[in-house]
């Protein structure tokens, strides 16, 4: 079967290959008309196989551990007979490549486990286009068999809140500091996790992480959304000890096992789906728009005339629309 046909990447998706696998990732990240065509109609044809996943997003500052965070959990889920799929998005350049390649050399013991799946993408020129294809990726994975999906986001801004509008548990992976420790941590981030895990609690660092955790309950206690049944809990680990991130997927667990109960799980599925469309919309109208002829040609000089004081930002916003 060529690689044109559609049916190769299918097949080879539902058999596991995890070769055909990448490919098939990697032709849905493509930019190229030819490719939509065909990434739309190979993942029309796995959805019906996709869905029977948990997914779990990750999100830290850079320096908490998130890459031996994920391998540790990864490892101790291996263990027990999970199979195990890593999206991490990669905030480098696409034309350098940057770490590219870093996140399966970190993760170096999780690589070598036979019911594992790494994939590093790079984040491209806009988070919405990384959420587009992150989405996709899981569907993907869900239907080559891997029964839990780790979403790694690159820890800043935007990409926390797309992120966490696509997995069913989102994590906020931080690590206990000197002073004020709400001082690192953003209020939105703190509504948006369904729960805290503060990294790095062993060896001599255990006692800073207890105190972190109280300091961490308190400020929950107060965003915490009432809606929810699901009261975010704030736990510690350690990605260097043995089954050291366990407590966190008997969280994950608990939490899966209670929104399932309530309806909440199927109905923010559901959510999240008619969001992903919207988002592609939002994305599809942004480049036509700036793929429009005169749009193209006004952009430098009403641009220019924006930073020259000569009109608004809103006002030069309206004008370019205007053209569309």
Partial sequence: ?????PEFYIQGVLNNNRRIIAKTITLIESSLSKDKNKSFEIVKKILPYSGNSIRIGITGIPGVGK?????????YLCNIGHKVAVLAVDPTSRKSGGSILGDKTRMEKLSLC???FIRPSPAGKTLGGVAAKTREAMLVCEAAGYDVILVETVGVGQSETRVSTMVDFFLALLIAGAGDELQGIKKG?????????????????????????????????????????????VLTCSSILEN???????AVLKHNKLTKKTGEFDQKRKEQAVEWMWNLVDDGLKKK????????????????????????????????????
Avoid: R
Avoid at 1 to 5: L, N, P, Q, S, T
Avoid at 216 to 232: D, K, R
Avoid at 244 to 250: F, K, L
């Fill in 1 to 5: 079967m060529a690689e044109k046909d």
């Fill in 67 to 75: 890459s031996t965070f994920i391998e540790n959990l990864g490892l």
């Fill in 114 to 116: 036979d019911n594992t």
């Fill in 189 to 233: 981030l703190l509504e948006i996790a369904d729960a805290i895990a503060i990294n790095k609690a062993d060896n001599d660092n255990v006692e800073k992480a207890e105190k972190a955790k109280k300091v961490y309950e308190m400020a929950l206690h107060l965003v915490a959304p009432g809606a929810s049944s699901w009261i975010p809990p």
């Fill in 244 to 250: 050291g991130t366990e407590n966190v997927w008997n």
């Fill in 289 to 324: 728009f700036l793929e429009t002829d005169i749009v193209q040609k006004k952009i430098p000089e009403i641009s220019n005339n924006v930073k020259q004081g000569l009109i608004s930002p809103s006002a030069a916003a309206e004008k370019l629309l205007s053209f569309f």
